[in-house]
Each structure stands twice: as C-alpha cells, then as structure tokens.
C-alpha cells in the first residue's frame, strides 16, 4: 500500500503519510536523524487535526516530500 501524500515538518522531526484504503488514514512517524518510530495511525481528518494542535504544528509547517 502506497501513500497517496507524503508530508514532513520543518524541523524534520515528523513525517505524516496519507493512505485512502478504504477510509481516510494517517501513518504519522517520528523521526531521527536515519532512525524512525513506529507508525501512529490517525483514522480521518479530525484525528489527524487534532494530533497537529497538540503538537503545536500548523499546516504551514508541513512541506510535501
């Protein structure tokens, strides 16, 4: 399964991928330098939205990889 987006923060500290299979979903990774976390999956806009505000990142943060 391949993602349909691919974001990254300024301080490439987060990296969001976007999956449409079949409903709306968000890997999000923590990332390190070459090292990454696990995926945190988000299910829809809503959870992703607030994932973002309680990490104080805004959409003008995120760059399209």
């Keep these: ?6 974001w990254r923060d ?6 969001i991928e976007a999956y449409r299979a079949p409903d709306l979903r968000f890997a999000v990774f923590a990332t390190n330098g070459t090292t ?3 995926p ?4 829809g806009m ?7 505000m309680t990490h104080a990142i ?6 399209t990889i």
């Design 10 to 15: 300024r301080n490439h500290r987060w990296r």
């Design 46 to 52: 809503a959870a992703l939205a607030r994932w973002l």
């Design 58 to 63: 805004s959409l003008d943060d995120l760059e």
């Design 40 to 43: 945190l999956w988000l299910f």
């Design 36 to 38: 990454e976390s696990a």
């Design 1 to 6: 399964m391949d993602p349909s987006a691919v």
